[in-house]
T-cell receptor, first 111, second 114 residues
Framework: GENVEQHPSTLSVQEGDSAVIKCTYS??????FPWYKQELGKRPQLIID?????GEKKDQRIAVTLNKTAKHFSLHITETQPEDSAVYFC??????????FGQGTILTVHP | NAGVTQTPKFRILKIGQSMTLQCAQDMNHNYMYWYRQDPGMGLKLIYYSVGAGITDKGEVPNGYNVSRSTTEDFPLRLELAAPSQTSVYFC?????????????FGPGTRLTVL
């Protein structure tokens, strides 16, 4: 089955800096890669996603890049703000939309 | 639309007890999923369904059962609860073949087995 590795497990940045979280996947059949933000005690919230036929996607301060050949994808957050502090999860989807999640990255943005 | 709803929000079970976690969606989504999230970890797929009457196992199905008699409801049954099933359970739904593959998550059920 699919395996998704996520790094780093924790990330601490100063407000205004950029943050980058990286994930690798194992199944070349995976074709959809969402990123979720989860605040303490809350459900995962989709923040951005990318399909396998696209190399990059941007939404305001958030961008995702995908390298299908290397089987890795990354989340980029620019101009970080304290409210960006949360746990971020990457995931990869194969058949029937089944998601395999990474282990998560705890992002802390210091004011 | 209420989206995806889950009941109960919290539950404490004793070892060996059984219970059903309820999940319902009012978006007419065919695909529904059950995930569990252990502390400090990512979500893992337990079971999924592609439509009424059709279910299949995910990554961690042992100790659980599901049924899908209607499009709206997708209950998860725990038989003989064990401490290893202490977790937060999330239900999700999705529309296949649309412009997005977004899965909509419910608020979760926090289960403790003692």
């Amino acid at each position: 089955g699919e395996n998704v590795e996520q790094h780093p497990s924790t990330l601490s940045v100063q407000e205004g800096d950029s943050a980058v979280i990286k994930c690798t996947y194992s199944d070349s059949a995976s074709n959809y890669f969402p990123w979720y933000k989860q605040e303490l005690g809350k459900r995962p919230q989709l923040i951005i996603d990318i399909r396998s036929n696209v190399g990059e996607k941007k939404d305001q301060r958030i961008a995702v890049t995908l390298n299908k050949t290397a089987k890795h994808f990354s989340l980029h957050i620019t101009e970080t703000q304290p409210e960006d502090s949360a746990v971020y999860f990457c995931a990869a989807s194969t058949g029937y939309g089944k998601l395999t999640f990474g282990q998560g990255t705890i992002l802390t943005v210091h004011p | 639309n209420a989206g995806v709803t889950q009941t109960p929000k919290f539950r404490i079970l004793k070892i060996g007890q059984s219970m059903t976690l309820q999940c319902a969606q009012d978006m007419n989504h065919n695909y529904m999923y059950w995930y569990r999230q252990d502390p400090g970890m990512g979500l893992k797929l337990i079971y999924y369904s592609v439509g009424a009457g059709i279910t299949d196992k995910g990554e961690v199905p042992n100790g659980y059962n599901v049924s899908r008699s209607t499009t709206e409801d997708f209950p998860l049954r725990l038989e003989l609860a064990a401490p290893s099933q202490t977790s937060v359970y999330f239900c999700a739904s999705r529309v296949p073949g649309g412009s997005t593959d977004t899965q909509y998550f419910g608020p979760g059920t926090r289960l403790t087995v003692l």
